[in-house]
């Protein structure tokens, strides 16, 4: 739990933010739903602290940023979802939603200290 703690309160210091994560909402099972015929829904989750980088653009002018989130935020906001493996329920979200533009989760990074995540870097891009 130190480690989570201590990230934590790392990026708090250095000016952490917050970001909005896109998360699919589940399939309600009837058969407009299942035939494409109704539009998917869509819940978006705040999580705080963390912190962007903004990468430099591609040639092709696609921009891309880095999120770093701490495993207890991250937690935190995939409680309500049921999720136990928080790396994966990142990675299969509709995305993060950055000025306003959804941007795709590219990967996701765990790191590790004595076999607990404490902290996840998001790498997304137009």
């Known amino acids: 739990m130190t480690a989570r703690r201590t ?3 790392m990026l708090r210091v250095l000016g952490a933010t917050e970001v909005t994560l896109r998360i699919a909402d589940p399939s309600s099972g009837d058969s407009g739903s299942q035939l494409g015929l109704a539009a998917p829904t ?8 963390v912190l962007t980088e903004i990468l430099p653009p591609e040639k092709d002018g ?11 935020a991250a937690a935190k906001a995939a409680r309500p979802y049921g999720a136990e493996d928080i790396g994966t329920w990142l990675l299969t979200s509709q995305g993060i939603v950055h000025e306003g533009k959804l941007l795709k989760v590219r990967s996701v ?18």
Not at 42 to 49: G, K, N, R, T, Y
Not at 62 to 72: E, G, K, P
Not at 109 to 114: E, I, K, P, T
Request: charged letters at 20%; zero cysteines; a negative charge.
């Open 109 to 126: 990074r765990v790191d590790h200290f004595a076999s607990r995540d404490y902290l996840y870097h998001i790498v997304a891009s137009e």
């Open 7 to 9: 990230a934590d309160a």
């Open 62 to 72: 696609t921009r891309s940023l880095i999120v770093t989130i701490s495993a207890q």
């Open 42 to 49: 869509a819940s978006d989750v705040l999580i705080a602290p």
